[in-house]
């Protein structure tokens, strides 16, 4: 965070569900607020991958899902821009997403990461996890987690 409290850089992940796009509007009223670049950053999880490529669809479901990366980050970054942020950016990754935004915050040295809670419960987040738990857990700046 800078001397005067504001954030300088922010990172925000998303998928394009409820969550994220709660998490994405906060992160472009927080960079509007304290004049912040805006790194928008949509991760297509590798998890997925492993399982179909079980099935024996994994060139047809990567191609899939880099095509819906590619729109959800262009759709991100144009509604950051129609809110009025110049200094804004957007990633389409492949990878384990709490991983990836966790490297993305480095190398881009942000001050805040901000993603959206995922709401899942029970046998399901004993097995997977909560990539906002991981990010919570990990990170070395400050983080925001949107309901």
């Not at 991958?49 to 024996?56: K, L, S, V």
Request: charged share 25%; with cysteine; hydrophobic share 45%.
């Amino acid at each position: 965070m800078s001397q005067k409290g504001v954030f300088r850089r922010i990172l925000v992940g998303y998928d394009g569900s409820d969550n994220a796009r709660r998490a994405l509007n906060r992160a472009i009223e927080l960079a509007r607020q304290s004049k912040a670049e805006l790194r928008i950053s949509v991760v297509a999880d590798t998890m997925s991958y492993a399982t179909n490529a079980r099935r024996g669809i994994y060139k047809q479901v990567n191609e899939q899902t880099k095509a819906n990366a590619v729109n959800l980050a262009s759709d991100a970054l144009d509604t950051a821009r129609l809110a009025g942020l110049k200094d804004v950016y957007a990633s389409d990754e492949v990878g384990q997403p709490a991983d990836m935004l966790l490297t993305l915050a480095t190398e881009y040295r942000v001050d805040l990461i901000v993603v959206g809670r995922r709401g899942i419960r029970g046998l399901e987040r004993f097995l997977m996890g909560s990539v906002s738990t991981a990010v919570i857990n990990q990170a070395k700046c400050d983080v925001l987690v949107v309901k």
